[in-house]
């Protein structure tokens, strides 16, 4: 199979037959054809929009040197990059994680055939320009790389140990019954609310903390500063002042010391302070991979455009109770004393916005509203109470003793080594290794089991895993053969052998394990890991499609060049098999007289 250098010299060569219109970038790469990754080595060209009808001239060759010219429309990200590299570089230095775009060797803008990191290249000549012309772009990226950084110390006395004892556990999931089960456990309050969360965009669920908050109760919050959610009714920012003004001293709120976050004078967490986690009362605590949005807790009777896959926990126990305020009263005491109560610079902050805009400015619409509510598929909250083993999960915290050593992950690795039967695993996305370290040997852990026979399945989202997938396939770890993309995942969510669950926040990114903050817990019980187990097959069987082609033949329609659709000539063994066929299906006509 020819090496990513051997197909970027194939490139060079073919200068002029890539150089067409709307073809933006073009580098070594895996083919794709129909959401799935075929193993075919190819020369993949990057178009700004794909086209039912081109001229011929516009088109782009089917094959180069015997290797498939695959054509993928751009991202948002890449067709801002096209024309406004600056803009694009700062979305995704103050962006979601999960938006990070992949890093290509041997990538190359078009028209101009240079590498796309090569100073001399037409993107990083208009980079520096526009960075020249626009000095509240460049102080932005130099005030995310130069904000000094605190250490992340935990709660004097709290531990992070395994609880065994008696205790009540509501299971549930969203879309089916994530926002009807919060409300109601939102409505129970009567004393107070301690929050840690990455986002806080939805409406709905903003008018039912103004209804539960109501009287003498109190709330405390850390709150992420994230890239504006498509589906959000008003921003965390707005949501922060809405509650400051229904509240007034009752509610304090402090903004989590991310890197990205310009309210923020100092970090401590990179990426995302990305928990999501509410103890209700100092009793109750309600466990999360979704945030309070409405695409992780959709409203079934108005559906928005995104319902996404989150699992959800709600745990009766006072002493996780306890356990998870100490570490979230820990971060509001310590953010609360870096706080900027407004940016310190106005233009540097309005680069940002306008960066997340024109990146938006660049998606795709999102499709239609539906009509009419989607077809019933309600999987209810089941209640669980008995004897139970807890153990709480966080990041960035070390195991006990240890300066290296991570508590997630440690837990996580043990568990993934414990698998013997099967091991069942949901995320949003799990990015490429890079071969070392301890992220790599998470990967490596779970192929380990497949290799031991493990029945080994991976769900990820069909929008945030794809590009991670034929990154995986060109570099460290591959699990490609054992994914299965799913529209609309954002859970993080693990069942082990019908008898373990893991609920949590954890994205698989070497950020997402080790060093933002995160939440989660494993859960010790064969009932609640039969009912996570029904939701995750169910997905897996219905919902989810393999990620890798169990064939390799290329799609019988295929975009080309800016995008005709062209069918592929079927093979001649492929032609010899349908002429098999056809003469097998006339005889049995035959005989069974139709």
């Known amino acids: ?163 065994t004892a008696s205790m009540t556990i509501t299971a549930h999931a969203s879309p089916d019954a994530g926002l009807a089960t919060l409300d109601q456990f939102l409505a129970g309050t009567t004393r107070s609310l301690v929050i840690g969360m990455y986002d806080f965009t939805s409406g709905h669920i903003l008018k039912t903390f103004d209804s539960a908050l109501g009287g003498h109760k109190t709330l405390q919050m ?145 499709p239609p509203p539906p009509l009419a509510p989607p077809p019933a598929r309600y999987v209810p909250a089941k209640t669980f109470s008995g004897q139970f083993k807890v ?39 799990i990015e490429a290794s890079s071969g070392t370290g301890d992220y790599d040997a998470l990967l490596k852990a779970i192929a380990a089991r497949a290799a031991a026979n493990v029945d080994v399945r991976l769900i990820e989202s069909l929008e945030y895993g794809e590009k991670w997938i034929e990154k995986m396939k060109s570099a460290g770890v591959d699990l490609t053969a054992h994914i299965r993309l799913q529209p609309n995942v954002h859970n993080k969510g693990f069942v082990v052998d019908s008898r373990t669950v893991i609920v949590s926040s954890q994205n698989f990114s070497p950020a997402g394990v080790q060093q933002n903050r995160d939440a989660g817990v494993i859960m010790e019980s064969a009932e609640i890991a039969a009912y996570f187990e029904a939701i995750f097959l169910s997905d897996w069987n219905t919902r989810a499609k393999d990620a890798a082609a169990t064939a390799s033949p290329r799609s019988s329609a295929r975009a080309r060049g800016g995008a005709a659709g062209r069918k592929t000539a079927p093979s001649k063994q492929a032609r010899k098999q349908t002429a098999k066929k056809k003469t097998v299906k006339k005889k049995t006509a035959k005989k069974t007289g139709r």
């Open 1 to 163: 199979m020819p090496t990513a250098k051997q197909i970027d010299q194939s490139i060079q060569k073919h200068l002029a037959k890539l150089r067409k219109p709307g073809v933006l970038t073009v580098r070594p790469g895996y083919e794709i054809a129909g959401h799935q990754l075929t193993g075919k080595p190819a020369i993949v060209a990057t178009v700004h929009t794909k086209k039912a009808v081109l001229p011929r001239g516009e088109r782009l060759p089917d094959n180069l040197d015997n290797m498939p010219v695959d054509v993928r429309e751009a991202t948002a990200h890449q067709r801002l990059r096209a024309h406004d590299p600056a803009a694009a570089e700062l979305a995704q230095t103050y962006g979601r994680p999960e938006d990070t775009e992949p890093a290509w060797d041997f990538e190359r803008e078009m028209p101009s055939g240079k590498l796309l990191k090569d100073s001399g290249s037409d993107t990083q000549k208009a980079l520096a320009s526009r960075k020249a012309r626009q000095p509240a772009t460049t102080r932005a990226l130099t005030a995310h790389s130069s904000k000094p950084a605190l250490k992340y110390a935990p709660p004097a006395g709290a531990t992070l140990d395994p609880v």
């Open 222 to 366: 850390v709150l992420d500063n994230p890239a504006p959610n498509p589906t959000r009714d008003q921003t965390d920012t707005q949501t922060v002042e809405e509650l400051d003004r229904t509240l007034g001293a009752r509610a304090t709120i402090t903004r989590a010391l991310v890197r990205s976050d310009p309210f923020a004078s100092a970090w401590i967490f990179p990426y995302a302070y990305h928990i999501k986690v509410i103890v209700r009362d100092d009793a109750v605590v309600w466990l999360s991979s979704g945030n309070l949005n409405n695409s992780n807790q959709p409203d079934l009777a108005a559906p928005p455009h995104t319902e996404d896959r989150d699992w959800h926990v709600i745990i009766e126990h006072a002493g996780l109770a306890a356990t998870f305020t100490a570490y979230l009263t820990q971060d509001y005491k310590v953010a609360s004393q870096h706080q900027a109560n407004q940016p310190a610079d106005a233009a540097l902050d309005r680069a940002v916005a306008d960066a997340h805009a024109k990146v938006a400015a660049e998606a795709n619409p999102p």
């Open 391 to 429: 153990t709480p999960l966080l990041t960035p915290d070390l195991m006990p003793g240890s300066a290296t050593q991570g508590q997630y992950l440690s837990h996580v690795m043990d568990l993934i080594g414990s698998a013997k039967q099967k091991l069942y695993i949901q995320l949003q996305y």
